[in-house]
T-cell receptor
Framework: RKEVEQDPGPFNVPEGATVAFNCTYS??????FFWYRQDCRKEPKLLMS???SGNEDGRFTAQLNRASQYISLLIRDSKLSDSATYLC??????????FGAGTRLFVKA | DGGITQSPKYLFRKEGQNVTLSCEQN?????MYWYRQDPGQGLRLIYY???????QKGDIAEGYSVSREKKESFPLTVTSAQKNPTAFYLC?????????????????FGEGSRLTVL
């Protein structure tokens, strides 16, 4: 079993749609959780950190469920510019960060 | 501006040749990392270093080597022993365990080096 698993993509949604991505992790000692955005042929950039209390940044909401070892990202009112690959990342007790395979999102007009 | 600089951006090499990818950061971060990304896949950890003169193998270290002689620099050598070296290589840094109080674990990435072996 992979340490970090994400929903297989791609997701094709119309502008204005709400889309949710899920991610599970296997190491219960994991300490920090993140969502990164990666545009085609570019480096990943931090989108949001994920906290147990949940956090929101504009149209983006991230949630963490430690009991189920599950992370989610919700994007509301999708824009064309949201088209990208979204990577779930887990910072483990071994002081390293493990990434999921990524979920590709296509938002169409 | 602080950041991470990787070079070269694009590199072509013949099979059997070793190549070294450069990574320099001026963020004063203790921790540095090398990841490999293949098309349509996530990032896989090659090596990481939490402090100068110390580094650990990641999940796919075979065929690679690194050094950490200076805090700012973490070069990666792709050796001829690496069976499928063609990939996108990403260097990253974070504050690291020596700065536990303020380190969130966030990674800062360079723009990547795209290696093609012919």
């Amino acid at each position: 079993r992979k340490e970090v698993e994400q929903d297989p993509g791609p997701f094709n949604v119309p502008e204005g749609a709400t889309v949710a991505f899920n991610c599970t992790y296997s190491n219960s000692a994991s300490q920090s959780f993140f969502w990164y955005r990666q545009d085609c042929r570019k480096e990943p950039k931090l989108l949001m950190s994920v906290y147990s209390s949940g956090n929101e940044d504009g149209r983006f909401t991230a949630q963490l469920n430690r009991a189920s070892q599950y992370i989610s990202l919700l994007i509301r009112d999708s824009k064309l510019s949201d088209s990208a690959t979204y990577l779930c990342a887990v910072h483990t007790g071994g002081f390293k960060t493990i990434f999921g395979a990524g979920t590709r999102l296509f938002v169409k007009a | 501006d602080g950041g991470i600089t990787q070079s070269p951006k694009y590199l072509f090499r013949k099979e059997g040749q070793n190549v070294t990818l450069s990574c320099e950061q001026n963020l004063n971060h203790d921790a540095m990392y090398w990841y490999r990304q293949d098309p349509g896949q996530g990032l896989r950890l090659i090596y990481y270093s939490q402090i100068v003169n110390d580094f650990q193998k990641g999940d796919i270290a075979e065929g690679y080597s690194v050094s950490r002689e200076k805090k700012e620099s973490f070069p990666l050598t792709v050796t001829s022993a690496q069976k499928n070296p063609t990939a996108f290589y990403l260097c990253a840094s974070s504050k690291g365990v020596l700065d536990r109080l303020t380190d969130t674990g966030e990674l800062f990435f360079g723009e990547g080096s795209r290696l093609t072996v012919l």
